[in-house]
Nanobody
Framework: QVQLRESGPGLVQPSQTLSLTCNIS??????????WTWIRQPPGKGLEWIGY???????SASPALQSRISISTDTSDNQFTLRMTGVTPADTGVYYC???????????WGQGTQVTVSS
C-alpha cells in the first residue's frame, strides 16, 4: 500500500519561499494513473485544495494560489514538491500531500506537516 510522507522547514519567514516535499514509498510516481496533490488546513478552518500534477506534467492549481505555487515531480527520488513564493502568515497551517485517481478520488494521504509563517 502506497505511503506518503511530507517534509519541510516548519517555520518560514514572511516573504520567503516555502518548499515542501512528499516522499512516496511502496509505489511509483512515474505513472499517469494517479495525480499528486497538495492540500492545507489553516488553523480553525477547513481543508483547502492547493493544486495537483500528473507525472505527465499536466495539472491545475487553486485560482487563489496559482500565481505563487508550483508543483513538480521527481522520479529519481520518487517524490513531488510544492513551492510557494511570497508566503504570509495567512499561509500558516498543516500541509498534506495526497494521491488521487479519477476512479477513486484521493485514496492516500500523508500525516501532514505543520508550517508556520512568522518572523
Amino acid at each position: 500500500q502506497v505511503q506518503l510522507r511530507e517534509s519541510g522547514p516548519g517555520l518560514v519567514q514572511p516573504s520567503q519561499t516555502l518548499s515542501l516535499t512528499c516522499n512516496i514509498s511502496e509505489g511509483s510516481i512515474a505513472t499517469n494513473n494517479y495525480y499528486w496533490t497538495w492540500i492545507r488546513q489553516p488553523p480553525g478552518k477547513g481543508l483547502e485544495w492547493i493544486g495537483y500534477k500528473f507525472y505527465s506534467g499536466r495539472g491545475s492549481a487553486s485560482p487563489a494560489l496559482q500565481s505563487r505555487i508550483s508543483i513538480s515531480t521527481d522520479t529519481s527520488d520518487n517524490q513531488f514538491t510544492l513551492r510557494m513564493t511570497g508566503v504570509t502568515p495567512a499561509d500558516t497551517g498543516v500541509y498534506y500531500c495526497a494521491r488521487g485517481s479519477r476512479a477513486a478520488g484521493l485514496d492516500s494521504w500523508g500525516q501532514g506537516t505543520q508550517v508556520t509563517v512568522s518572523s
